[in-house]
């Protein structure tokens, strides 16, 4: 059995070369070459890169690199920007870039954009017309993100997280696996705004992701299960549409 990482972030160090937008409490580097013997050392066949908005926000440049380096194990998703007025050339741009499988927007409550956001229109617009899934990160925010998925009946979603957000830094992701982060102090994850009201269940059908696997779609055709939120009406409406 062919196995894929559904989503995988790998970059360079912070230099003047190529900037980090901010700085996350991450490991200094998780270059492609690293990235692909870790996977080696699990047994990973191919991954979902989805270039790191925290870091290089619409700039997918090093994911392009990454990919041309080994064309066989990774496919790279772009995130877009709503307000840049010819989106829509960038997403026809983007379907030409070889391992192009998808691309990503954000509706995080930081972002302040509304689900009717001209821009969002435009892009879930484009993906339909380029045969593209959007990722779409709307945790903590899922009113909104169901609010853009009713919008766009035609626009196949990928709900990026489970839709949960998840704890920062050391601290928080050190309680996120139930012990104490070294150097971390007495600092504890953000509460999450969903906590207690939502857990996680598998559809016990299989979800076909062909066109989103790119060239693994002919080996790999479906997931055995597709874990999502529960407690909210995107649940259900995400369960009766193909990814």
Not at 163 to 188: D, H, K, N, S
Request: hydrophobic letters at 40%; glycine letters at 10%.
């Amino acid at each position: 059995m062919t196995m894929i990482d559904s989503q995988v972030h790998a970059y360079e160090a912070n230099t003047p070369k190529r900037p980090w937008h901010s700085v996350p409490n991450w490991p200094d580097h998780v270059t492609g070459d690293e990235m692909v013997a870790a996977m080696d050392k699990v047994g990973v066949d191919g991954a979902i890169f989805i270039s790191a908005f925290s870091m290089y926000r619409y700039d997918a440049s090093y994911a392009v690199e990454v990919q041309r380096a080994h064309p066989g194990r990774f496919a790279i998703v772009k995130p877009v920007d709503p307000e840049h007025p010819d989106v829509a050339d960038i997403v026809a741009d983007w379907k030409k870039t070889p391992g192009a499988v998808g691309i990503r927007i954000m509706l995080t409550k930081e972002n302040k954009r509304e689900p009717d956001d001209p821009g969002l229109d435009r892009i879930a617009r484009a993906a339909v017309r380029h045969d593209f899934p959007v990722n779409l990160l709307c945790w903590d925010n899922l009113d909104a993100g169901t609010a853009l998925v009713d919008r766009h009946p035609d626009t196949r979603f990928i709900i990026d997280h489970l839709g949960i957000l998840q704890p920062w830094g050391a601290a928080g992701a050190a309680a996120a696996v139930g012990r104490p982060a070294e150097g971390a102090g007495t600092g504890e994850a953000p509460e999450r705004g969903d906590q207690g009201q939502r857990g996680l269940h598998a559809v016990p059908r299989a979800v076909s992701f062909p066109r989103y696997l790119g060239s693994a779609g002919p080996r790999v055709r479906c997931l055995g299960f597709r874990p999502l939120p529960v407690g909210h009406g995107l649940d259900a409406r995400l369960r009766r549409r193909q990814l």
